[in-house]
């Protein structure tokens, strides 16, 4: 009796495991990570560090902005600038002069395959334009960029800080860039393109060094070297 009791239960949980819906199934093994992050993680937050790149990696980069750009591209030798002291997220739309020829932005990018391009806008209007003009002017300018040159992968660059010295002297000072780098967090992450956080090495207590600033304002030969040193850490798609 017992051995028939024995046989008949075996037969019940062989059946329970072999009926579908009658067992628990096991869960399915995790997926591998994926080898590269999807494209909407790219702009959740500034590029990460990465290994450094060769200089030449920037022969097909265009940077465009205010007067601290063309002075790291002039002091550094890197990639094409068009700048001019007072351009702004406005004017930079419009504005002709850019080369010797006097051409506006679309006619420089006109036939021109850059691979990336450099912006660092923002300083020359924080005092004057209000956050929302100075939001949808930059997105305008992107919209128009990737219209200019579809090739190309946008960075914008977050606005170095000054020394505490000018930011307590006169205006722009380091709350107020601050908050613009805020704004352009944001615009990077809306519009889907790289932010690069150029502030990050120069943020000190009270902001810039006064060691790395002529002026409180530009960089030393010194602080341009670590600009770039910075954008050559961190790229994307190398």
Not at 207 to 219: A, N
Not at 223 to 236: A, F, K, M, P
């Amino acid at each position: 009796m017992k051995r028939r009791l024995s046989a008949a239960l075996c037969a019940a949980l062989f059946l329970a495991c072999a009926l579908p819906g009658r067992a628990t199934e096991l869960s399915p093994a995790p997926s591998a990570l994926p080898e590269v992050v999807d494209a909407p993680l790219l702009y959740e937050g500034p590029v990460s560090a990465a290994p450094a790149v060769d200089q030449s990696w920037f022969d097909d980069a265009l940077f465009l902005g205010e007067a601290r750009l063309q002075a790291m591209t002039a002091s550094t030798g890197v990639g094409t600038t068009l700048s001019f002291p007072d351009l702004n997220v406005q004017n930079v739309r419009t504005k002709n002069g850019f080369t010797d020829a006097g051409l506006t932005l679309s006619q420089a990018l006109k036939d021109n395959a850059y691979g990336k391009i450099y912006l660092m806008l923002g300083l020359n209007e924080s005092v004057w334009m209000d956050e929302d003009t100075f939001y949808s002017e930059y997105a305008g300018l992107i919209d128009d960029l990737r219209a200019l040159a579809p090739q190309a992968r946008i960075y914008i660059q977050t606005l170095i800080p000054v020394t505490s010295y000018r930011s307590a002297a006169q205006s722009p000072g380091n709350a107020l860039l601050a908050r613009r780098n805020y704004l352009l967090s944001q615009l990077a992450r809306e519009k889907q393109v790289c932010l690069v956080d150029t502030a990050a090495p120069f943020t000190q207590p009270g902001g810039l060094s006064t060691e790395l600033s002529t002026d409180g304002l530009f960089l030393t030969e010194q602080g341009y070297e670590i600009w770039l040193s910075y954008l050559r850490t961190h790229t994307v798609g190398t």
